[in-house]
């Protein structure tokens, strides 16, 4: 175990970080002016930088050879809007076509009908080339536009990446995208990681399996369920404890030689969903602790002088619903008014943004055990549906070759406008995007139906989840 605490200053650092929110820009229901009044409110937060999924599994649902004019044309006013309020972009490229992906035929069904219904595009890209082509095809459209590309999202967690040995699958996926985005845009920042929680464990793995040389800053998702971001949580791993799991990913990284690569925490918040349950994760804070828990994250992060960014989820809740715990971590209501965090977030940021002082939150609390503790017996519970299809293995990386700006795309579809790119955690229930006519276009209404597939998939995980990780 390495002195991982020693590392960290007793005062807040002076230099500037890029601090910021998640903002899902790409949905169902936000249009051009929704997304600009949405970047709007992100630049009045003070924040100088937004993260937002991009979904490959839009962008080239018919195959390879072409992109789809609509999704582009949406990634194009989301680039041009985001420049023009000085706002950088960490885009996260996720979700499978199901032309690229390893699920199993059964649920394929030769990608017919609703294939993303039946969680084929959670599944891992058969060809790990085929995402890198891709994804170095986005990039160089947007050379020297995109401040950083960030590959996949939490591909440790099986609502997102679906593989037999997941790690594997990562490191693959990693070591074929990291010189296709190197190629299109030299100055391009290429985040890998975007682990759920601190996991070390699988940090550790990623390093074994050579990952080393193949990016440019690691990304963990630091949780700490409902309780402070101070508590170190000595009951637990250090990965569901935001003040220690840090620092323990960390450690592996100056462990395997790359002391000098920076992390970003490119997730990090809390829900103020009413919800209550025994396990902690399930939980949501009120809205005043939120607030609270936001000044003193910040603070942390302003410590740690190897974080180079770090973005809050969210801008704003992504539903009504005040019981689905993920659509309520916003700093804004889903009505658009603001949570105490809105203004809590405001006037702390600029000891990141800005590198002013401002007090810390106190004394750093001593570091627990490293290795989780043997866990209480689960709660009962019946058993959700398990997805027992064969994944079909990954093949081999093979070499990327040099990408070349994007040629002409699929025609544009007439009339209606059509679905936007499915992100990761779509809200339970999806309105329709507001209109003067009663009727929802055919494409809008699909992407809907993407969305609550997704959303009941994540439910069927955390239940699972349950049984591995009860409190």
């Not at 600029?350 to 609390?365: D, Y």
């Not at 990386?397 to 679905?419: E, G, N, R």
């Amino acid at each position: 175990m390495l002195g991982a605490w020693s590392m960290i200053p007793s005062s807040a650092a002076a230099a500037t970080k890029l601090a910021g929110v998640q903002a899902h820009l790409l949905w169902a229901n936000v249009d051009t002016a929704e997304m600009k009044r949405q970047l709007d409110l992100v630049k009045s937060s003070g924040s100088t930088i937004t993260r937002v999924d991009v979904g490959w599994s839009s962008l080239q649902e018919t195959g390879p050879d072409s992109f789809s004019s609509y999704h582009l044309g949406r990634l194009d006013a989301l680039v041009n809007a985001a420049e023009a309020r000085g706002i950088k972009l960490l885009l996260t490229f996720t979700w499978t076509p199901c032309w690229a992906s390893s699920a199993p035929e059964s649920l394929k069904q030769g990608c017919a009908g609703e294939w993303w219904s039946r969680g084929v595009d959670r599944y891992v890209p058969k060809d790990p080339a085929a995402y890198a082509s891709a994804l170095g095809k986005v990039a160089a459209r947007y050379k020297g536009r995109v401040k950083a590309w960030e590959i996949w999202n939490e591909p440790n967690h099986e609502a997102y990446f679906k593989a037999p040995d997941q790690a594997a699958a990562y490191a693959a996926l990693v070591k074929a995208a990291y010189p296709a985005v190197k190629a299109a845009d030299p100055n391009a920042t290429v985040v890998a990681g975007s682990l759920s929680a601190s996991d070390h464990a699988f940090t550790t793995r990623l390093y074994q399996l050579g990952i080393k040389g193949s990016f440019d800053a690691f990304s963990i998702h630091p949780y700490s369920d409902d309780v402070s971001p101070l508590d170190p949580r000595i009951d637990q791993d250090p990965k569901y404890s935001f003040i220690r799991g840090v620092p323990a990913v960390r450690d592996v990284m100056v462990a395997n030689g790359d002391g000098a690569k920076p992390m970003w925490l490119t997730e990090a918040g809390y829900s103020t969903s009413p919800t209550r349950s025994t396990h902690r994760y399930l939980n949501g804070v009120s809205e005043a602790t939120q607030a609270e828990f936001v000044k003193l994250q910040v603070q942390q992060v302003a410590k740690w002088s190897y974080v180079d960014a770090t973005i809050w989820f969210n801008l704003k809740d992504t539903s009504n619903d005040v019981n689905d715990l993920y659509a309520n971590c916003g700093l804004r209501r889903w009505d658009g008014s603001a949570k105490p965090a809105w203004a809590a977030f405001q006037d702390s940021i600029a000891i990141l943004t800005h590198g002013e002082e401002q007090p810390g939150p106190g004394p750093q609390l001593p570091e627990g055990p490293r290795e989780p503790l043997t866990p209480a017996p689960p709660a009962p519970q019946t058993p959700a549906p398990v997805d027992t299809a064969p994944v079909v293995p990954v093949t081999p990386v093979t070499p990327v070759s040099p990408v070349a700006p994007i040629t002409p795309v699929t025609p544009a579809p007439p009339a209606t406008p059509t679905k936007p790119s499915i992100t990761k955690r779509p809200p339970a229930k999806t309105t329709k995007r507001p209109t003067k006519k009663k009727t929802v276009s055919a494409k809008t209404s699909r992407a809907t139906k993407k969305a609550k597939a997704r959303a009941k998939a994540r439910v069927a995980a955390k239940r699972k989840a349950v049984a591995r990780r009860a409190r």
